[in-house]
């Protein structure tokens, strides 16, 4: 039988979160904004004077500020999503992940993918569990996207590529 895929996958660690949603009418819970400071801003601070060390240091709290947020965040999201994922594949099309509770199949949930901690970067979706395989003795579970955002969307096909891109840069020093 021929596979067909529309996006790659690959082996990953990442971290994630999910819930159980009662149907597939659910509304997400997650939503993201796009971090504060990631919109261009069409003037410089320090084209109106500002000198470089005031510029250095509100960056600097910038940064503390967001890693602050990025903390809070992560406790809100281990409140709304209260079962963990070990995801061990991801693509854009779904990912394949383990969890320590027993999941049913053909259940639709809504996950938050960790792309990254810091800065914090987070992908939502929602999926059905479509596939249990037993490896090693451990639960691993597929999960198919049925809905997510096309920014969502845009983030993990961008991790898949820098992934791609790093290891092969690692097997170029091999």
């Known amino acids: 039988m021929d596979e067909k895929r529309s996006y790659m996958r690959i082996p990953t660690r990442l971290r994630g979160h999910l819930r159980l949603l009662p149907d597939t009418e659910e509304v997400p819970l997650y939503r993201d904004?796009?971090?504060m400071g990631?919109?261009?801003?069409?003037?410089d601070p320090r084209d109106t004077g500002m000198s470089e060390p005031l510029y250095a240091m509100l960056s600097t709290i910038n940064s503390k500020l967001d890693m602050l947020l990025s903390?809070?965040?992560?406790?809100?999201l281990e409140a709304?999503?209260?079962v963990s994922m070990d995801i061990v594949e991801i693509s854009g099309a779904g990912v394949r992940f383990s969890t320590p509770e027993a999941l049913p199949l053909d259940q639709p949930v809504?996950?938050?993918?960790?792309?990254s901690r810091f800065p914090m970067r987070l992908s939502g979706a929602m999926g059905r569990i479509i596939r249990c395989d037993d490896v090693d003795?451990?639960?691993i579970y597929a999960l198919?996207?049925?809905?997510?955002r096309e920014r969502d969307l845009e983030s993990i096909v961008q991790f898949v590529f820098q992934s791609q891109r790093d290891d092969?840069?690692?097997?170029?020093w091999d």
């Open 33 to 35: 904004s796009p971090p």
């Open 80 to 82: 709304d999503f209260p």
């Open 168 to 172: 092969l840069r690692g097997k170029k």
């Open 38 to 43: 990631s919109t261009i801003c069409s003037v």
């Open 144 to 148: 198919d996207f049925t809905r997510i």
């Open 71 to 76: 903390i809070q965040n992560r406790d809100l």
């Open 137 to 139: 003795g451990k639960a």
């Open 110 to 115: 809504e996950v938050v993918i960790v792309l």
